[in-house]
């Protein structure tokens, strides 16, 4: 008994013994591949298997070394991939421009594509809640709208058209909440300035009816009906299964103007949202929602075409034009006129005092200024005689010592004028 044990335990050990090492197939001298491929397929492995710095170290190896590698675009992606996958705040700003590197060098390969919508979804994972900061929100709705339009054909455009409304959502979502904020202080001039814009760039946003029954209200209480009469209409014709439909129809009724027909599409969009099921909040998910830092989208649309044009190339609602004002284009196509008046200066001319209305403002147009400068009638600049330019001197001389003491003073009337300063709009309230 005791010699079978011995035989069995010396087997044994010499199996643990005489047990084959593994050995790296990569650097074997059967393998006939490539340097350069046994390079990236190590890296590969590495990252693989999460060692992501040793995986990228290898890459970079593989770009320095062989530049003229076949492996070359995939070891860029990789790297760019490598630091997506790592996570981090640090980590995505590399990958970001890791991916942007890759579409500069690589444009017309398929992977461009994947590599513009990974810098869009790196932007994405990265946003915070609608009151926080929208760096991060503003730079994915930029990306996925270069996405889209720059590849309008890929697999990959209904998962960047449905992540640029949620964007989208998050954006308007935190205009909204600054006018809600405006609008119950009462601050009529400040929530329209915000309500205006988001009505017109995000007519997908699950609260636009109620920015539209806001702006309505606003305007309505500030007696001008014809705009008021506007925004409701747009709430009949554009969002007709919202609550605030009938609301906005006996308000049009009251002002005495035709109530406008239901959009057919409108009402397509609406009954396919209403039909799209929508995760529920549980009770305990709720307080949770205070802690989360990422923002809530379950409230995004669904369906519907998002906003393809850059915020940038828009006009807005504020058109800059010469004569230091600016017109505030409201709907129905009404404009209002603001100046900019610096203190001390009158307001340029044609622009109404502050106080009066646009009406008055194009009564009054055709009057004289106040300010002097409008030439007589049947005068010319050179039918001036010796005296009068005399006086024209000694008068631009005072002007000029004038302006002068007004400069000396300016540092004391700085806190008072400071009120003052900036856009003097021209609204009726």
Same mark, same amino acid.
Not at 332 to 359: L, N, Q
Not at 361 to 372: H, Q
């Given at each position: ?34 340097p ?13 298997r ?9 890459? +970079?190896?593989?770009i ?11 070891? %860029?992606l ?15 700003? +590399?990958?970001i ?18 590599a513009?919508?990974q ?9 915070? %809640? ?17 996405f ?50 988001l ?6 946003? *699950? ?35 919202? *609550? ?8 049009l ?16 969009w ?16 709720k307080?949770?929602?205070l802690?989360?830092s990422?923002p809530?989208?379950?409230m ?7 906003v ?8 807005g ?9 600016t017109?505030i284009a409201?709907?129905?196509?009404t404009?209002?006129?603001v ?42 600049p ?5 005296d009068?330019?005399?006086?024209e001197? *000694? ?35």
């Amino acid at each position: 008994m005791c010699t079978v044990m011995l035989v069995c335990a010396s087997q044994c050990t010499a199996q643990i013994f005489h047990k084959k090492k593994k050995v790296d197939k990569s650097t074997a001298t059967s393998n006939t591949a490539e340097p350069d491929k046994q390079l990236y397929d190590k890296a590969m492995a590495d990252v693989k298997r999460g060692r992501h710095e040793v995986g990228r170290l290898s890459l +970079q190896t593989l770009i320095n070394t062989y530049p003229d590698s076949e492996y070359l675009a995939k070891a %860029k992606l990789a790297i760019a991939d490598s630091y997506y996958k790592e996570g981090g705040t640090s980590n995505t700003t +590399q990958a970001i421009n890791g991916y942007k590197d890759f579409i500069v060098f690589f444009p017309f390969l398929p992977e461009a594509a994947y590599a513009q919508m990974q810098v869009a979804m790196a932007n994405y994972n990265e946003m915070a %809640k609608p009151d926080r900061d929208t760096t991060h929100v503003k730079a994915a709705e930029d990306e996925f709208q270069a996405f889209l339009l720059k590849y309008p054909k890929d697999p990959l455009v209904p998962q960047a058209e449905q992540r640029l409304r949620e964007v989208q959502e998050m954006l308007a979502e935190g205009q909204y909440r600054v006018a809600y904020y405006y609008y119950v202080k009462g601050d009529r001039r400040a929530a329209a300035g915000r309500l205006i814009p988001l009505v017109r760039r995000y007519p997908l946003y *699950s609260k636009s009816d109620s920015a539209l029954w806001m702006l309505g209200d606003i305007f309505e209480k500030s007696e001008r009906k014809d705009l008021a009469g506007a925004y409701y209409s747009q709430i009949v014709r554009n969002y007709p299964l919202s *609550s605030h439909a009938d609301e906005a129809k006996g308000k049009l009724k009251d002002f005495g103007m035709p109530v406008p027909q239901a959009d057919p599409k409108a009402v397509a969009w609406m009954t396919a949202e209403q039909n799209t099921p929508r995760p529920h909040e549980s009770l305990i998910h709720k307080p949770l929602g205070l802690i989360h830092s990422g923002p809530d989208v379950r409230m995004a649309a669904r369906n519907g075409a998002p906003v393809l044009t850059p915020e940038s190339d828009e006009g807005g609602g504020d058109i800059l034009k010469g004569g230091n004002q600016t017109t505030i284009a409201a709907s129905g196509g009404t404009t209002g006129i603001v100046a900019t008046v610096k203190p001390g200066e009158a307001a340029p001319e044609g622009t109404p005092a502050s106080g009066t209305s646009s009406e008055d403002a194009n009564s009054n147009s055709g009057s004289d200024s106040s300010t002097g400068t409008a030439p007589a009638e049947g005068a010319t600049p050179s039918a001036t005689s010796p005296d009068s330019a005399k006086t024209e001197d *000694s008068a631009t001389a005072d002007t000029t010592q004038a302006n002068a003491a007004k400069t000396d003073q300016a540092p004391k009337q700085k806190e008072s004028s400071s009120k003052k300063k900036g856009l003097r709009k021209i609204l009726p309230w």
